[in-house]
C-alpha cells in the first residue's frame, strides 16, 4: 500500500472512532497552518526536497506530509508524483501558483488558511476579495432565461419557438 493510500485510509475513514477522527484533523490543520504561514512568508522561493526531509523540516510526521502533499497538489505549478510511487524518499517541490492557491483554499472553506496574514503581502484586500469572489461564483449554477412557446426561437430563425426548435419539447 503506498503512502497516499495510507493516508486516505486513515484520514477519511468512515469507520473509526469519531472523536478520534476530528482529534487527528484539528492536530493536522494546526501543523498545515504553520507550514502554509512559512511557505507564504517567501511564496516564489521553491521548498524541495524528499518527502521526509520536508516532514522534518517543518516538524509533522510522514503521514501528515503526506496529507500536505495530497492537499496542495492541485495548487502546485508542477504536480508531483503522489499517486503510486510516492515514497519517504521521494523528491517533491511545494512551488505554487499564489492565485490557484489562494481560490484552492476558498473552495475548501479553509478560513484558517485563505485569512493567513501573510496573504496580506502577496495581495492587497481588494485582489482577495476579487478572486474570493471568482471561486465562489465559479461553482454558482445560473440558467438562462426561459423560452416560451411563442417567444421567437433563439436559432434567429425569426419563427416562433413553439413552431421551430420547441417543435420536440
Same mark, same amino acid.
Request: glycine fraction near 8%.
Given at each position: 500500500?503506498?503512502?497516499?493510500?495510507?493516508?486516505?485510509?486513515?484520514?477519511?475513514?468512515?469507520?473509526?472512532?469519531?472523536?478520534?477522527?476530528?482529534?487527528?484533523?484539528?492536530?493536522?490543520?494546526?501543523?498545515?497552518?504553520? =507550514?502554509?504561514?512559512?511557505?507564504?512568508?517567501?511564496?516564489?522561493?521553491?521548498?524541495?526536497?524528499?518527502?521526509?526531509?520536508?516532514?522534518?523540516?517543518?516538524?509533522?510526521?510522514?503521514?501528515?506530509?503526506?496529507?500536505?502533499?495530497?492537499?496542495?497538489?492541485?495548487?502546485?505549478?508542477?504536480?508531483?508524483? =503522489?499517486?503510486?510511487?510516492?515514497?519517504?524518499?521521494?523528491?517533491?517541490?511545494?512551488?505554487?501558483?499564489?492565485?490557484?492557491?489562494?481560490?484552492?483554499?476558498?473552495?475548501?472553506?479553509?478560513?484558517?488558511?485563505?485569512?493567513?496574514?501573510?496573504?496580506?503581502? =502577496?495581495?492587497?484586500?481588494?485582489?482577495?476579495?476579487?478572486?474570493?469572489?471568482?471561486?465562489?461564483?465559479?461553482?454558482?449554477?445560473?440558467?438562462?432565461?426561459?423560452?416560451?412557446?411563442?417567444?421567437?426561437?433563439?436559432?434567429?430563425?425569426?419563427?416562433?419557438?413553439?413552431?421551430?426548435?420547441?417543435?420536440?419539447?
Amino acid at each position: 500500500m503506498g503512502l497516499l493510500e495510507e493516508w486516505h485510509k486513515k484520514a477519511y475513514n468512515e469507520k473509526a472512532d469519531r472523536n478520534a477522527l476530528t482529534k487527528m484533523w484539528n492536530d493536522y490543520f494546526q501543523k498545515e497552518k504553520g =507550514i502554509y504561514e512559512q511557505l507564504l512568508e517567501n511564496p516564489d522561493e521553491e521548498v524541495k526536497g524528499t518527502v521526509q526531509e520536508l516532514a522534518d523540516k517543518y516538524g509533522i510526521s510522514l503521514e501528515y506530509m503526506v496529507g500536505f502533499l495530497d492537499g496542495i497538489q492541485e495548487s502546485l505549478k508542477t504536480p508531483n508524483p =503522489i499517486e503510486d510511487t510516492l515514497a519517504a524518499d521521494t523528491v517533491v517541490s511545494l512551488a505554487f501558483d499564489k492565485e490557484k492557491l489562494y481560490k484552492n483554499m476558498v473552495a475548501a472553506d479553509a478560513t484558517w488558511l485563505y485569512g493567513l496574514e501573510q496573504w496580506n503581502k =502577496i495581495f492587497d484586500r481588494e485582489e482577495q476579495h476579487r478572486m474570493y469572489l471568482e471561486q465562489k461564483k465559479s461553482g454558482t449554477i445560473v440558467k438562462g432565461p426561459k423560452i416560451y412557446p411563442n417567444d421567437p426561437c433563439p436559432c434567429g430563425s425569426g419563427k416562433k419557438y413553439k413552431k421551430c426548435h420547441g417543435r420536440n419539447v
